[in-house]
Structure formats: structure tokens, C-alpha cells
């Protein structure tokens, strides 16, 4: 008989120490992707720095997955298929409203996370150039199409329009996205080309064009009419200052440029939880961040909350409602 009862109970105990051991086993980290440009670029290098301290902090497993453009991973990120990216104020507005670059492909599950830095952008040439203003550079060979980047086309445009021209004016070289069209100023192949100042790109070409002096930022007119005509083309921009830095390459004295607001942007489908973890981690580690990218040396908290059509992720708005930075304000 107690041979029997030892059979009979040996199963439940065998069963019992299973789910024990199950329950003991350490939880599988979560893990998340962040959506960015190509390696090379601000967002690449701003993802970077995001991931890493994301990690650090909160143990969650954050890995930068680079791809062409924001149109590529921006409807990953709506569908649920990549938790984080990064995009600009009006690629925010035109995924919401299903225009332009998202023409008839609107992203209803796009939700923003905050604000993550002003993105600086400008035209560089050779520092040998003839052209010293925007207008100087009619008729001259520019990327363009980008057709991974489509955003970069209104963005190139209403630089361009600050002198009174647009990409019509210019001999055309077409490319898949504004890193390739800055490669290709390096390579000799256009005169000018659109890029994020302090980018890992500009530097690059920086060295490539040693022999003619580096590259060159053209400063912007300082102008009601050029700021109206560049905000006629894209709306969210604004006028900004760079002054010279070590690492800012191509800005040898104050040069005024476009710049705009970049988000990082989540899902609906990413848990409250996440995005508060994540909101909370970026707003209070600015120290780390700036260390980590050149860019994020401007950034500033309380300002991760502008003022946006498209909502932001309950999750993002819990944690700025503690923080006292909610609701938003205009820029």
C-alpha cells in the first residue's frame, strides 16, 4: 500500500517541482527595436544614444534598427512590428492625415513619445565653392528624388526657397536618401547637398573633401520673406544659429539654418508601461545622453513636450503629468 501512495504522489510532487522550477526561472528580458535612418545619420546617432542608456536604466533589451527612411519603418512602428522610431514634425502631421509622403497611407496607430532634439539641416558645398548663398546655387547638380526619404524632398525644397528657388531650378542627380546624396558630394558627383550639420556623414565627407578645403555650410537670408517662403514648403521649420564647435564641421562662423523638431515616435500597440519606462528614462538622464550623441548635447526635458496633431502615447502622457511638464505648449 505505500509503495502504491508513493507512486501516486511521486507524479503531483514531480509536477510540483516543475512549476516551481518554471516560476523561479528568470523572466526573459523585454526587448525593443528603435526604428532610425542609415548609420551615419543625426537619428542613427541619436538611437544609438537612446538605446543605450534605455538599457542601462531599465534593463530593458534596446536595439537600433537602421533602415532607409522614416517611410520604411514609420508604418512598422503603426502596425506594431517596431516598437520606437523617429520623425519629424511634419512627417508626424502627414502620417496622421494620410498625405504626401503618406498619401492614402495614413498611420492611425502612430502616437508620439516627445520631443528629442531640434534637427539642424542645411545645403553643404565645397568650402571652394562659388556659391555663397542659396540663390548662387541655381542651375548647379543636387540630389534628388530620395524615395526612401520623401520628406527630405519638401525639406530640400523650402531651404531652397529661402533664396528663391526650389529643386526645379537645379540639375538633378537622384538618390535613395539624403545620406547617399551627401556621400555623393564627397565622391564629386553634385555640388551641393542637404545634411544634418555635426552629422556622422558630414564628417566623413568633411575628410573626403580635405583637398578643397572640407565642406561648407550655406548660411540662410535672415529675412521675413525667406523664413515665410520656407515655411510656405514646410510648415514646421524655423530659422536656428549654429555657432563654430569642435565636431561641427562645415561651420566656420555663425551660420543660420532650417531646423525642425524630431520625435520619437511609438505604437498603440506598445504597452502603457514601456513608453512611461522609456519617457521617464530619456527625461531624466540628460547627462547620459549628451555624453553618449553630439547632438543631444542641446537636449532639454522640459521641452520634449511640444504642441501636435497627432496625440500622444498614454503612457508618455502619465509620465509628463508627474513631471509637471503636461499638458503641451506651442513651440
Known sequence: MKGMIAMQISPIIGMALLVSAITAAPVAAQVIGIGTNPQGSLYYSVGAAVAKVVQEKTGI??????SA???TYAPMIDRGELELGF???QDAENALKGIDNFEGKPLPNLRLVGVMFSLPIGIAVPADSPAKSIRDLKGMLMP??????STIVAIQDAVLATGGISTKD???YPVQNYVKGMEALGDGKVDAALTGPG???????DAKLSSRGGIRFISLDDTPQALAAMKAVFPGGYFDVLEPS??????AQPTRIMAYSAFLATGLKVSEEIVYKTTKTIFENKAELATSSPTLSRFDPRRMVEKHLMPYHPGAIRY????????PNDR
Request: net charge positive.
Open 61 to 66: 533589451q534596446a536595439r537600433v534598427q537602421p
Open 69 to 71: 527612411g522614416s517611410s
Open 87 to 89: 520623425v519629424n514634425v
Open 144 to 149: 534628388s528624388d530620395f524615395p526612401a526619404q
Open 170 to 172: 537645379m540639375r538633378r
Open 199 to 205: 552629422s556622422g556623414t558630414s564628417k566623413e565627407m
Open 246 to 251: 569642435p565636431g561641427m564641421v562645415g561651420i
Open 320 to 327: 509628463y503629468t508627474e513631471a509637471g511638464v503636461w499638458p
